[in-house]
């Protein structure tokens, strides 16, 4: 598990650990955009639910994590609450208005985004391997953009914008992972990120109530899947993989999304894309090794 990049002191047993984490983190992100894309209800309102329904699922762990939480902690925290709320607005907005395809893919700009970040506010230099494997992806991204029949230019710069809010989150938030267990971490995000969208949702008029059920069932499984399993699992696993590596495995979500697109939704990606999604691989295995 050494291509990771784990931290020198984690164990063996820990990184075989985080590893299976991070399987189940990226299976879980990919059906993300299926999901919202069949939730009758405005994004704002998805995001808002979801996040406070994460939140209330792990409160058990922030009952007990509070008190050891330093006040710089708390601060931190609700700055990336407010960034993943927002992250979550910006990019279920993008899934209505243009293809899931490329939605998943421009929110996937995330590596380059991170490693601005961090060299900017950290002067972390990205390593070689990982400016090497983001020049591999790139062109598979753009091939995979190449099907522009469901292109709209306010859903493709929403993505754009939701991979800098997510970038802006990792850097945040890896600050207090070295010191804050997972899910402490990810309660008070999302309590934040809730309190945030509700808030804005009851300033515009959103409706914010008043679903269907079938929205409510898939609000549950984008909770127990897409929040849970994968916004924790990359929450857990940020304590011992640096930000650059996590942001470069989430290039995976628009393979695994395009595929669940073209087997629920009957979005049938054209050849291009098949072999963008090849180059993505191969640039997340290069900048992972």
Do not use: N
């Not at 490329?102 to 929110?107: D, I, P």
């Not at 020049?135 to 939701?162: F, K």
């Not at 697109?261 to 290069?286: D, F, K, M, N, S």
Request: proline share 4%.
């Amino acid at each position: 598990m050494r291509f990771l990049g784990f931290d020198p002191e984690t164990t063996p047993a820990q990184r075989t650990k985080v590893g299976a984490v991070l399987v189940l983190a990226v299976l879980g992100i990919s059906s993300s955009a299926v999901l919202v894309r069949g939730m009758q209800a405005d994004p704002l309102a998805i995001a808002a639910w979801r996040t406070l329904g994460a939140a209330v699922v792990l409160s058990p762990a922030l009952l007990r994590g509070l008190p050891a939480l330093r006040r710089r902690d708390v601060i931190d925290l609700l700055g990336a609450g407010v960034l993943l709320g927002l992250h979550f607005w910006s990019w279920f907005t993008s899934v209505t208005l243009t293809s899931i395809l490329r939605s998943t893919l421009l929110v996937c700009l995330v590596p380059g985004w991170t490693a601005l970040l961090e060299w900017m506010l950290r002067g972390t230099v990205p390593t070689r391997r990982h400016l090497l494997g983001l020049a591999i992806a790139l062109p598979g991204l753009a091939l995979l953009s190449g099907d522009d029949r469901h292109a709209s230019l306010d859903g493709d710069l929403l993505a754009g914008i939701a991979g800098l809010l997510w970038a802006a989150y990792l850097v945040v938030g890896r600050r207090v992972r070295q010191r804050v267990d997972a899910a402490t971490t990810m309660c008070l995000v999302c309590l934040a990120g809730s309190l945030t969208l509700f808030a804005v949702g009851a300033g515009t008029g959103v409706r914010l109530t008043g679903f269907p059920s079938s929205t409510w069932g898939l609000l549950a499984l984008a909770l127990a899947g897409p929040q849970l399993l994968g916004h924790q699992g990359f929450a857990y696993a940020l304590r011992w993989v640096p930000a650059s590596t996590l942001s470069t495995l989430m290039l995976l979500e628009p393979v695994g999304a395009t595929l669940l697109a073209a087997l629920v939704l009957h979005e049938i990606p054209q050849r291009e894309a098949v072999l963008g999604g090849a180059l993505v691989l191969a640039g997340v295995w290069t900048a992972s090794r």
